[in-house]
């Protein structure tokens, strides 16, 4: 299994930072380029237009910095100030980062002290594309 410390950590601490006050489930997210350049980010709600997830937060910051090419996203999220529980990421994030992975990219979801771990293609097998 790969090591997955640093992103955990990341991940975990950008889950401090969700702007969460509608839902109040935080989600934070590490994303580690194939440079090993690692992006996080956090929920961020919106109470008038949509909410931008933390998978999305974090491919924004690294697309905009000019990374293109990612190896995989660790997920850790779950009712504010609660224990993490399985997270995986909504359809229009699933949608959105079809967009710039391959169908080997690794989606990891830690919680309970494990690591599940999928390709986008088996989360996303079917998606649209222009
Ligand atoms: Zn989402």
Not at 107 to 127: A, C, N, W
């Amino acid at each position: 299994m790969i090591n997955l410390r640093d992103e955990i950590m990341l991940a975990t601490d950008a889950r401090t930072r969700a702007y969460a006050k509608y839902t109040e489930y935080t989600v934070g997210v590490a994303l580690k380029c194939k440079n090993n350049k690692i992006y996080y980010g956090c929920n961020i709600e919106n109470g008038g237009i949509q909410s931008i997830c933390a998978e999305r937060t974090a491919f924004a910051k690294a697309i905009s910095e000019g990374e293109r090419e990612f190896s995989h996203i660790v997920i850790i999220g779950g009712p504010k100030d609660k224990d993490p529980e399985r997270c995986l990421p909504c359809g229009y994030c699933r949608q959105f980062m079809s967009e710039f992975v391959n169908k080997d990219f690794k989606i990891y979801t830690v919680y309970d002290k494990k690591v599940e771990e999928y390709t986008i293609e088996e989360l996303f097998p079917h998606g649209f594309s222009l």
